[in-house]
């Protein structure tokens, strides 16, 4: 086989190849030596193309519609794992207002008057914070009041302000895990996740598209095998029509031989209707673009072949259990549960808090000299200590564990449940590529002997040793027998495809190479 290397991008960077594979020796393939007849499209045009299993799959690679469907999952899951960082992202809050408040005099006893007053304030603050990746909330935060207006008929203005940095560790509940670590843990998880479903998908897209070869060269050969018995039915029938003229034949052999044509004809039609509906099949799967293969007829480059299969069910079992896509997914799962239920944990302990704060005052007339009073550093404040809060019941937090602990013990079955089906199927698929390999070799010889049966027969009739209707007789069974072979072989080469398929062996044995990102 010839080395073919296939580069296709998948979620931001995955890639296949194409390579080398090993071949077997093959059982002799069906012989054809009829030509194929041409499918002729409405319009009349026609584009015949050589295709080989190899350029089909590149083909299905770039072009097939639910590969590039699929295609945008990693993508999208990098970007929810990408957004669940922004709890870690700081922020900055900075306002600034004016407050004006006046008020009037009041009179008091003896006819003292106490003057009106107002005042007008400017307030600024400013606070930057967030919360680390260890559950630690920060704030640098930042005030000044500036404060001016008058007050028993005597002007004033003063200044304020203040700078300082708090800090709040949680100790327990909050500490080794929160809600910002949850959500990246998953996230993370479910990026594997979404890149083993596209391997996933490539895997089946693969197979049936390897299935639907194999259909196609059956198809293609089973019309060749209706147009030979068309032409055995048609020499039959332009011989005997010599022996009637002669009298060496009754009339009735002529009509029996001229029905078998008439039926053969009818199933040359039927064959190369089922021969066009299979290359729509496999041309559903390597275009995104239908109308550039409508008039394009696929003429396979390999006959059917059954090469010996090398089975080993220990061996089997060991690849499907280690590299089957959806058991991956399956371990994933039960660790995304693991996680949650690791955060249920942690939301039954109490929490136990850490928190201080250090900061430097100021004041003065005007807004500048409170803020140099600030920088001199001299009339510092901070605070520090702790904090318990027990929830008393605690029963949401109580019953979320030990619902997601009942889930996690359900999703441990399902694995186990996972593992036994792929077993099975394994199992399964083994015996029926035995016996499916064994059906090949018994139609091969089925063959070989209605064919040898036929040329017996047919020398017999010459020589007035035997009948037309024995002639017709052998040639429907060798018709069937040639139909039963290319069948065999068709359904052997599919299980072969259905057995790599449930073992995870479908890009080995092909030789793709896959690498996520």
Same mark, same amino acid.
């Given at each position: ?48 193309? @050589?295709? /080989?299993?190899?350029? %089909?799959?590149? $083909?299905?690679? &770039?072009?097939?519609?639910? *590969?590039?469907?699929?295609? =945008? ?118 990026? @594997?996740? /979404?890149?083993?479903? %596209?391997?996933? $998908?490539?895997? &089946?897209?693969?197979?049936? *598209?390897?299935?639907?070869? =194999? ?303």
């Amino acid at each position: 086989m010839r080395l073919l290397r296939i580069l296709l991008a998948l979620a931001g960077g995955a890639s296949l190849a194409l390579a080398q594979t090993n071949t077997y020796p093959p059982v002799a393939p069906v012989p054809t030596n009829a030509p194929l007849p041409l499918l002729v499209p409405a319009n009349g045009s026609v584009q015949v193309r @050589k295709v /080989s299993l190899e350029d %089909l799959i590149q $083909q299905a690679l &770039q072009h097939n519609l639910d *590969l590039q469907i699929d295609r =945008y999952n990693p993508s999208i899951a990098l970007f929810s794992l990408n957004g669940a960082y922004a709890g870690y992202d700081p922020t900055m809050d900075i306002s600034g207002q004016h407050d004006h408040s006046e008020s009037g005099p009041q009179l008091l006893g003896g006819g003292f008057v106490i003057p009106g007053s107002q005042s007008d304030d400017n307030r600024f603050s400013g606070n930057l914070g967030g919360t680390s990746p260890i559950g630690t909330t920060y704030s640098l935060q930042g005030n000044a009041i500036d404060t001016a207006g008058s007050s028993l008929g005597q002007p004033f203005q003063n200044s304020i302000g203040s700078a300082s940095f708090s800090l709040s560790q949680p100790l327990l509940k909050g500490f080794w895990i929160d809600a910002n670590r949850l959500n990246i843990r998953v996230a993370k998880n479910r990026l @594997k996740y /979404s890149e083993l479903l %596209l391997k996933l $998908q490539v895997m &089946q897209t693969i197979t049936t *598209l390897e299935q639907a070869y =194999y259909d196609l060269i059956y198809s293609r050969e089973n019309v060749i095998v209706q147009e030979k018995a068309v032409e055995a039915a048609h020499r039959l029938v332009v011989e005997n029509q010599k022996r009637l003229e002669v009298g060496a034949l009754a009339p009735l052999d002529l009509q029996s031989a001229e029905a078998q044509e008439a039926t053969s004809r009818a199933a040359v039609i039927a064959a190369r209707s089922q021969l066009g509906t299979q290359m729509r099949v496999v041309e559903q799967l390597i275009t995104d673009k239908y109308r550039d293969w409508a008039d394009v007829v696929l003429e396979p480059t390999a006959p059917l072949q059954a090469p010996v299969p090398v089975l080993n069910v220990q061996d089997s079992w060991a690849r499907g259990l280690e590299d089957r896509p959806d058991l991956q997914q399956a371990k994933l799962d039960i660790e995304r549960q693991g996680i949650t239920l690791k955060y249920d944990k942690n939301q039954l302990l109490p929490e136990v808090d850490a928190f201080g704060t250090y900061g430097y005052n100021g004041t003065g007339g005007t807004f500048s000299q409170a803020l140099y009073d600030i920088q001199q550093t001299d009339r510092r404040f901070y605070t520090y200590g702790g904090r318990i809060i027990f929830p008393l019941a605690n029963i949401k937090a109580r019953n979320a564990y030990r619902s997601d602990k009942a889930s996690l013990e359900q999703l441990v079955l399902t694995l186990k449940k996972l593992e036994q089906g792929i077993m099975i199927a394994i199992d399964n698929d083994i015996g029926v590529v035995r016996a499916n390999y064994d059906q090949v070799q018994a139609t091969r010889t089925a063959r070989e002997y209605e064919e040898a049966a036929l040329d017996a027969e047919q020398k017999k009739l010459e020589n007035g040793k035997s009948t037309t209707y024995n002639v017709l007789l052998i040639q429907r069974d060798l018709t069937s027998s040639r139909g039963a072979e290319i069948q065999a072989l068709d359904t052997y080469n599919k299980s072969l495809a259905q057995l790599s398929l449930d073992e995870a062996s479908t890009l080995t044995r092909l030789g793709i190479n896959y690498q996520a990102r």
